[in-house]
């Protein structure tokens, strides 16, 4: 209760909390004289201006005031004196450190003390969020008007709230005939609306963000294509950055267009070199094949020379033809690398069998170097038969462009699974403008070579196209009139000895299958002698028909006689693939084998497709014809009564320098 006795309690009552507030206020609070020198200051003024309040008792108000805001503050205290208040007056002050901050003030004057009263409160960080608040809107501004890309911003019910001017230039309409409209005005059509909605507009609304190309509808009607960046924008808006793409579109669909014209283009032509394959392989397939029975007669030197000059010939033939169809598969995309566990040994064996009769006859020295990593590291995983085949073509090339001197083969563990092969040679060399041309197609050092020393300038071309495609990297080193050295390197894992085959198969072991049965579909009259010839020793009866029909009817006649059944694929009246189909109807079983002289992967898989075992090509490989007999019919004698010979010994071959007459006896079959 109030002392009604004392009539100066209420105004002790009023200083005590005055004095209260001014203490533990957590605003700075000063009082000032007439003159802006401060007069009294609480703690929170203190601890925002850095200094004491002794120091501040000897100081200005003014004083602390920069010098652009000085004159406005002067004209406010003057102001106060006349109004008695003033509110949210902002200015900037100085503290002890000179930086500055800004601050809101409340300025009061004290009639009874004859002082003024000011209120502070520190705005600084409030000035830099509407300082950034700002730059961001200019950003906005100048991020609406950009020429470059349109700007839609849409609620969530799609209706259009914001567009710059470039959106109205895409669209050809103006800002009055969009703003408040809904969106389905830029669609195709409502379903295209509401497909849109469902793939884009909806997935942006829940925080998705969006990345897409859409068509869409101009006011004239006309179609194009945009290229739509959307996110959320605000708590229900989206906003969407739009620019017209339908030129990219257009170029898109023209570079489809042609991609596919330049596919089928390769196709066709692939199809071509196929069925010249074909056309090819047929009759070369009479053609060494009778060669190889014929050097199988008694002939004299002069008749056995003529034929194996034949023979070379041929083989070369077949070389050239293997190239345009390996040449034709790369640049399908057709060809395949397939892996397999192999004994470098054994290749090294192979080439230097190949190779050495070839540089001998020129009067080369040839020699094969093999450093192995370890003792044991001769067994590798990888594609051998295209590793033989680019080893082939170097060693051949540079027998053919080496005069006098040595070939040498080397082949050395480079790092960890690295492989490499060096093919050296003391011919005619290379220059500099040679060499940075020599890996393209249908070309060789220069034109008076290809005239000189023949072939088709693929070989290099198709041998880096192998070894790239076996991860590998193939380059030459080379000096004119001195010699080359084309290098390759490959990695080659480690392999699993157990998977080598160790023997090959001999006319010996076809000979169990003697009293075994086959049926031999093939329409060339000489292709049939070949294969006949080829089993002749066998004792294995054969059955030929002309065609896939006569085929069937024989089939049909006797089920149980044959085990085996080779078909061609082209014949006429009925092909093999629609005769195997057929067959398939009446016995899933019968090992079915393609005989054809199509080399073309899909030809490989169409055989299979229609229910073939195998894929034998022509011209033959004996080897290979000799393992698919065994594989698949029953042997009838035992194997202990026909024993083995070893028939370089019963031959009573001499011992020669550079062949391997087991070697060779295999490679003759």
Known sequence: MKNLKNPNHQFIEEKEIFEAVFKYSKDPIAILDMESYFLKVNPAYSELSGMSEEELLQTSCVALTPVKDRERSKDALKEVVKVGYIQNFEKDCIVKNGKTFAVNMSISLLHNLNGILIILRDIT???????????????????????????????????????????????????????GKNAEVFHVSKESYKKFGEIAFNKALHNNKIDMGYQFKRKDGTLFWARFFGEIFGDDNVLWIISDITEIKEKEVALKIAKEKAEEATQLKSQFLANMSHEIRTPMNGIIGMLHLVLHTNL???????????????????????????????????????????????????????????????????????????????????????????????????????????????????????????????????????????????????????????????????????????DGKIWVESQENIGSNFIFELALPKGNKENIEKKSIQIVDIKTLNGGHVLLAEDNVINQEVFVGLLEESGIKIDIVKNGQEAINLFKKHPEKYELIFMDLQMPVMGGIEATEILRTIDKKIPIIALTANAMKEDVQRTKVAGMQEHLKKPIEVEKLYRILMQYISKKVDSVVLKKVDESKSLNLPAFENIDTKVGLVHVG
């Open 300 to 470: 004299d030197e002069k008749q056995k020379h003529y034929f194996t000059q034949i023979q070379k010939s041929a083989n070369n033939l077949l070389t050239i033809l293997n190239d345009i169809l390996d040449f034709s598969k790369v640049e399908a995309g057709k060809l395949n690398i397939e892996k397999i566990d192999f004994d470098i040994n054994n290749l090294r064996e192979e080439i230097e069998s190949i190779a050495s009769v070839n540089a001998t006859a020129k009067g080369l020295r040839f020699e094969v170097i093999y450093i192995p990593k370890d003792n044991e590291n001769c067994v590798f995983y990888g594609d051998s038969l295209r590793i033989k085949q680019v080893l082939t073509n170097l060693l051949n090339n540079a027998i053919k462009f080496t005069q006098e001197g040595e070939i040498s083969l080397k082949i050395s563990h480079k790092s960890g699974d690295v492989m490499r092969f060096e093919v050296q040679d003391t011919g005619i060399g290379l220059s500099k403008e040679q060499q940075s041309k020599l890996f393209e197609a249908f070309t060789q050092a220069d034109g008076s070579t290809t005239r000189k020393y023949g072939g088709t300038g693929l070989g290099l071309s198709i041998s880096k196209q192998l070894i790239e495609l076996m």
């Open 125 to 179: 960080e409030y000035k830099q969020i509407l300082e950034q608040s700002e730059k961001e809107k200019n950003y906005l501004n100048l991020f609406y008007n950009n020429d470059g890309v349109g700007i839609l911003l849409v609620d969530k019910n799609r209706t259009n709230i914001k567009v710059n001017d470039k959106l109205l230039q895409i669209w050809q309409y103006s800002k009055e005939e969009i703003i």
